[in-house]
């Protein structure tokens, strides 16, 4: 079981940048996959990015792609989201998350969710 604590939320106008990190318990984070969703208001929630338990592999939402950055340490059990060039439709909830899997795919959907950050995107 893993359990996901999300930080690095907050304020930026568009063009700006944030970092938002996860820290996740557990010895065995090293055979999880991890990913970030993120939820605006009145919007369902979304895939923003996910990668495999040994960082070889990575994938974005069309959205993001090309701003957005996944990455983890998993000495550390840590895990990051790297927002550069934000706009205004990026603000949302962001929440990490985690599910065991040693697949080179991560999967699409995840068993353990982090209470998420609030990411604002001002124009």
């Known amino acids: 079981q893993v359990h996901l604590v999300e930080s690095g939320g907050g304020l930026v106008q568009a063009g700006g940048s944030l970092r938002l990190s996860c820290v996740a318990s557990?010895?065995?984070?090293?055979?999880?996959?991890m990913g970030w969703f993120r939820q605006a208001p009145g919007k369902e929630r979304e895939f923003v990015a996910a990668?495999?338990?040994?960082?070889?592999?990575?994938v974005y939402a069309d959205s993001v792609k090309g701003r957005f950055t996944i990455s983890r340490n998993n000495i550390k059990n840590t895990g990051s989201l790297q927002m550069n060039s934000l706009k205004p439709e990026d603000t949302a909830v962001y929440y990490c998350?985690?599910?065991?899997?040693?697949?080179?795919?991560?999967?699409?959907?995840?068993?353990?969710w982090g209470q998420g950050t609030q990411v604002t995107v001002s124009s």
């Open positions: 990668i495999n338990w040994n960082g070889g592999n990575t």
């Open positions: 998350v985690a599910d065991y899997s040693t697949s080179y795919y991560p999967p699409d959907e995840y068993h353990y």
């Open positions: 557990g010895r065995t984070f090293n055979t999880y996959a």
